[in-house]
């Protein structure tokens, strides 16, 4: 009998509970509508300038590693007076994921090849990424109070623009960008499947 | 320091109005995305958002059309715990009117062909409508209250909490606004 349900971690806001539970299920159901993928389908892109699933994959987990930081206040303009913005975030990102900020190699260029590095990449290193990247934001989620997810935070971008979310946004964001890119994910797989098909 | 008119300011804001806290949220996510999904529309013509790809595969209409037909669906099955949903008296179209899941060589559904913006807009509005008024009595109690669907024809029965109901709408319509984003580079 399926049951469509969420299991809330114990934090201590309901809410941020609610959001680790959300981008858990999104992230288990990618990983069934993934199983058996081969490097080759990873690395495969439907024309030049367009990602592959494995730059996608590692997009996904730069991106809430980089904006549960954001939460944490670590891109405010009173936390880089001694280092720029993207100092800050090429040291987070390979100190929790081993890889760069830069590396999912996104936004391509309009004639871009995907990233040399992740073309011999596997599932099993992707779905190790994700899981390194959710096991480091879990901690962050399941801290924050009510009070943090209504506080509003002031960032500076990595091109150097003042920008302001709130917390509750920055949860917001990180789940619709995840489900985005899940359904972008679902888009290559059919078109991996027809590349013969003309 | 950029001058305020420069500054980007993203916040969810409880809609007011609602019993639950954690459902006023989810409301306003969904109004959210549905902001996103018209935003991400924007200037495409009829042509374009009627165009497909290849046979078999979705146009952007179809996917603007589905969002507005699934959470109409959920609200009603879901949210108010209904036998059946009422996509017509909500929407004024059928649910197979967004033509999903299409056959492996099947064309757009002639429903859509032609619609303008304004058209898929106005389904997401009406979707937003019909969802607000659904959740405005919610109380934190019934989110979690099972919810057993009358049994499929293979006999499998599906069941589902209000609370995974609201995560849905959100995913399902995020997920979606990421293929219409990828599709729209590639329109001729």
Known sequence: ?198 | MNSPAQRIVSRIVPEPGFRSHEVAVKVAEVALVHEQLVQAASGLSAAQLGWQPAPGRNTLGMLLAHIAVAEVHIGCVVLRAERDSDIMGVLGIRMDDDGMPLAADGTPPPRLDGEPLPFFADLLERALAHTRAACRELGDDVLGLEIVRPPRPDGSVRVFDRRWGLYHMVEHAAGHLGQLQALKHLLP
């Open chain 1, 1 to 198: 009998m399926p049951v469509y349900d969420l299991e809330i971690p114990r934090g201590r806001s309901h809410e941020a509970a609610l959001f680790l539970a959300e981008i858990d299920d999104q992230t288990r159901r990618l990983f069934q509508d993934l199983k058996g993928i081969t490097a080759a389908e990873l690395a495969w892109s439907p024309k030049r300038g367009q990602n592959t699933i494995g730059m996608l994959l590692t997009h996904l987990a730069v991106v809430e590693v980089y904006w549960l930081a954001v939460a944490a206040g670590r891109f405010t303009p009173a936390a880089l007076k001694k280092s720029g913005a993207r100092d800050v975030a090429e040291q987070e990102f390979r100190d929790v994921l081993g890889v760069g900020p830069d590396d999912d190699g996104m936004p391509l260029a309009k004639n871009g090849l995907p990233p040399a590095a992740l073309a011999s990449w596997t599932y099993a290193d992707y779905r190790r990424l994700l899981g390194r990247a959710r096991v480091h934001i879990a901690a962050q989620v399941l801290e924050l109070t009510d009070r943090d997810v209504a506080r509003k935070v002031k960032r500076v971008r990595l091109n150097g623009e003042h920008t302001a979310q709130s917390v509750r946004w920055i949860l917001y964001h990180v789940l619709e960008h995840f489900s985005g890119h899940y359904g972008q994910i679902l888009l290559l797989r059919h078109q991996y499947a027809d590349r013969r098909k003309k």
